[in-house]
């Protein structure tokens, strides 16, 4: 399509949709794929069968057939693998994977993320500010761009062959640079933006294959431009961004160009994208603001993010359309939208079941929100009034949710008003590590785990068969605890220092806890990914938060009952909570984590009493929820920084606080580690190989750290050698004393045959290097 015959951009559209399915059928799919129980073939009639599912629910709840409405966002893993795959961005170590022809097939697609043999998978981190993890590209100077994958163009074939002129959405070339790292061939200070010159041709190659398809709109998703905490210059973000609109802008044959922003506000960016030749902007007025008027904005097609794809809460629908028309001061072209992808928020909120049918009038999921969008299009055509019904049902319900019972609890409220500074401090850390040093006579580097052993079928199925009543409270205590019981035994024969309970109890690190404390509700199948096939359930937080019950101290409890090795009592953080949660959005996160903080204290101070003597409390989200402005992050840090403190300070010096820390900069919030005041903080570092071991040097961290040396999120089995580096690695920047050795996260996900070799590897290695060091370790 030439530039001069730009088409008209649809009055509402989403910015993406679930992926995975009502019922996860693409995990299931992909899962078989890798166990061989289908082929390829198979996997890809089930994704056919579920992108044509898409278009079609899409189009029943508002959205046009043939206006470019409907985004084709599929993905059979990660939206950024499938970049790296289409501008052949491949790894040296996966050269062999590539055919004759440059392309890559399923099998090796999924080999990228997953690793195979001694080659390391991509690393994989944090999506933004959400609970959707990425995998990493990898570019050097040596990196090769071409035109290696074309399936997005397919994809869009087979929607116009099934009568849909779909939006085809690509991770914009600057986000995708951004969020690069250097390859481990390229020299220091090498930035992957640098490359932008090379990487843009393949992209242009790539706009005009959708055009000649037929393509006349395609979505360039660049996050990347609305975030402070990428290590790249602002300077240079800017200048990338003229540049590659630019370029792309002026192409002859291309489709027009919508780049959406989500997760915050464009500042600075929002003049550069002004000035290019791209048709449509997309702007996250949920988390971000009205802008000013720019020049050259009058002259766009507006986007506004009005409807959170975020949060599951109804929102105020009035408010929405207020500043959905407000957006026209600064263009007489303004679409409606969601803020971001709908990939963060489950289906439908009419497919559960056991929700309070108050509760439910109260949220929208996917499909309600794409409700809210079409209707908040024709408003914005027909006027207010063409509305007033969905306005006037909106209102009733958020009149509803704010008298609700429980919705306020004076109890909770009086005893979070009543805190002090007392409240959020222990003893000083040397006084602390020195009781603790003499109550568990731990040896150097003593070896943990992070807390779940694997969840085999047969505890899944004595779970289900219990929440169905099938099975007896009594009958699945027994089971629970002959599971327990096994995984004892396990750690004993393998060696391990600090034992965990296994988890076995539980379904979800966060639903568990959801489950057994007030102001929460479970869904059935509100299932979101998080990364790959894995997928999650988030709770929904609705209400003021106490704990009516202790949650956890009976299995702790009977654990220590069968080994003379300390046990871990093990909790999921308050900050975790309220990440991996739909938090409610009438009050500050600050003031709702103190109550999950208060709640945790309680848990806490109950397994101390009953001889704990070690509680891990983790929190893998704190990065994750660190605002994208620089502005925000001080605020941020106080509230999350001391809901951890107010949750761990009441225990004695001698009862060892350890937190969890995952696939995150650590970097940034390396002064916010310090300030949780931990006594030992575990991290991921096998998948960067280490890298955060500087940032940890450099911080000048002193209390313990547990280096997790073995990559749990891929099949892999680490040799002893690869983990006996990753290790001596860590002692090369961090004192012997402060060492803990363990895997980088629970093992739930993984199969008994790999993690039992793994761990036996893993303590292989600790041995090697204690015997290496002429550390003495007691029988």
């Not at 990660?78 to 004759?100: H, K, N, S, T, Y």
């Not at 928020?345 to 439910?360: A, K, Q, R």
């Not at 003021?544 to 090795?565: E, F, G, M, N």
């Not at 605002?627 to 009441?650: E, I, M």
Request: overall charge negative; charged content about 20%; some cysteine.
């Amino acid at each position: 399509m030439p530039i001069s015959a730009s088409p008209t951009f649809p009055t509402g559209t989403i910015l993406g949709y679930p992926r995975i399915g009502r019922r996860r059928e693409l995990k299931k799919a992909v899962e078989a794929f890798w166990s061989g129980t289908i082929d390829a073939a198979e996997l890809e009639r089930v994704a056919a069968e579920l992108r044509a599912g898409t278009r079609d629910r899409l189009v029943e709840l508002g959205l046009g057939r043939t206006d470019s409405s409907i985004p084709e966002s599929f993905s059979y893993y990660d939206q950024m693998l499938d970049i790296i795959v289409a501008v052949g961005a491949i790894p040296a170590r996966f050269a062999a994977l590539i055919a004759a022809d440059g392309t890559l097939d399923l099998a090796g697609y999924f080999t990228l993320a997953r690793g195979a043999g001694e080659n390391l998978p991509l690393e994989m981190t944090k999506w933004f500010d959400s609970n959707y993890h990425y995998l990493v590209p990898e570019i050097g100077p040596e990196t090769v761009f071409s035109l290696a994958g074309d399936r997005i163009v397919r994809e869009f074939i087979e929607a116009k062959a099934a009568g849909f002129l779909t939006r085809p959405v690509l991770v914009g070339p600057v986000t995708f640079l951004l969020l690069s790292k250097a390859s481990d061939d390229a020299p220091a200070g090498f930035s992957p933006l640098s490359r932008l010159d090379d990487l843009l041709p393949v992209y242009a190659a790539l706009l005009t294959r959708l055009a000649d398809a037929g393509a006349e709109w395609v979505q360039l998703d660049e996050p990347g431009l609305v975030s402070e905490s990428i290590d790249v210059g602002r300077a240079d973000t800017l200048a990338a961004v003229a540049s590659a609109y630019g370029v792309l802008g002026q192409l002859t044959e291309r489709p027009a160009l919508f780049v959406a922003a989500p997760y915050g506000s464009l500042d600075d960016a929002l003049p550069v994208l002004a000035a290019t030749a791209v048709e449509a902007i997309g702007l996250d007025l949920v988390r971000g603001t009205l802008p000013p008027a720019v020049p050259g904005l009058a002259g766009k097609t507006l986007v506004a993010g009005v409807i959170d794809g975020h949060n599951v809460w109804r929102g105020d629908l009035a408010a929405a359309f207020e500043t959905a028309e407000s957006v026209r001061a600064l263009s007489d072209s303004v679409t409606v939208s969601t803020s971001t992808s709908l990939l963060h928020v489950p289906h439908d909120v009419f497919d559960e079941t056991s929700l309070p049918g108050e509760l439910t009038s109260w949220l929208a999921f996917a499909d309600q929100k794409v409700g809210q969008v079409a209707a908040l299009a024709f408003g914005l055509t027909a006027g207010r009034d063409a509305i007033a019904v969905p306005l006037a049902e909106t209102e009733a319900a958020l009149s509803a949710r704010r008298s609700a019972p429980g919705v306020r609890d004076g109890a909770v409220r009086t005893r979070a008003a009543a805190l002090t500074d007392v409240d959020f401090t222990r003893g000083a850390y040397a006084d602390r590590l020195e009781a603790q040093e003499a109550a568990l006579q731990l040896p150097s580097l003593p070896t943990t785990t992070i807390g779940s052993f694997p969840q085999t079928a047969d505890i899944r199925r004595a779970r289900a068969r219990y929440l169905t009543g099938a099975l007896s409270a009594g009958d699945y205590r027994d089971l629970m605890r002959a599971e327990i019981g096994r995984v004892v035994a396990l750690q004993e024969e393998i060696g391990l220092d600090v034992f965990v309970h296994g988890e076995p109890e539980r379904n979800d690190m966060v639903q568990y806890f959801a489950e057994n404390l007030d102001g929460f509700a479970v869904t059935e199948n509100g299932w979101v990914q998080s990364y790959g096939s894995r997928c999650t359930r988030p709770s929904i937080l609705w209400g003021d938060v106490s704990r009516p019950a202790p949650i956890t101290v009976d299995w702790s409890v009977y654990t220590q009952s069968l080994t003379a090795k300390p046990v871990k009592g093990m909790l999921t953080g308050p900050v975790t909570i309220l990440a991996w949660s739909f938090v409610r959005d009438d009050q500050p996160l600050g003031e709702t984590a103190r109550q999950v903080a208060l709640a945790l204290r309680d848990e806490i101070g109950d397994l101390e009493a009953a001889g704990i003597q070690i509680v891990q409390v983790d929190e893998p989200a704190l990065r994750e929820l660190l605002p994208l402005k620089q502005k925000d992050h001080a605020g941020y840090l106080d509230w999350s920084v001391g809901a951890f403190r107010l949750a761990t300070a009441g225990v004695a010096d001698a009862t060892q606080i350890h937190t969890h820390l995952c696939y995150s900069e650590f970097g940034v919030v390396i002064e916010a580690i310090r300030n949780l005041d931990a006594d030992v903080t575990s991290i991921e570092a096998a998948r960067s190989r280490m890298e955060v071991v500087q940032e940890i040097e450099a911080g000048r961290f002193d209390h313990g750290i547990g280096a997790g040396i073995y990559d749990i999120h891929s099949p892999r089995v680490p040799s002893i050698d690869e983990l006996t580096t990753l290790l001596d690695t860590a002692l090369k920047s961090i004192p012997e004393r402060q060492v803990w050795v363990n895997p980088d996260c629970g093992l739930k996900t993984r199969g008994y045959d790999e993690t039992v070799q793994s761990l036996h590897n893993m303590l292989a290695a600790t041995r090697r290097v204690r015997e290496r060091r002429g550390i003495r370790v007691n029988a």
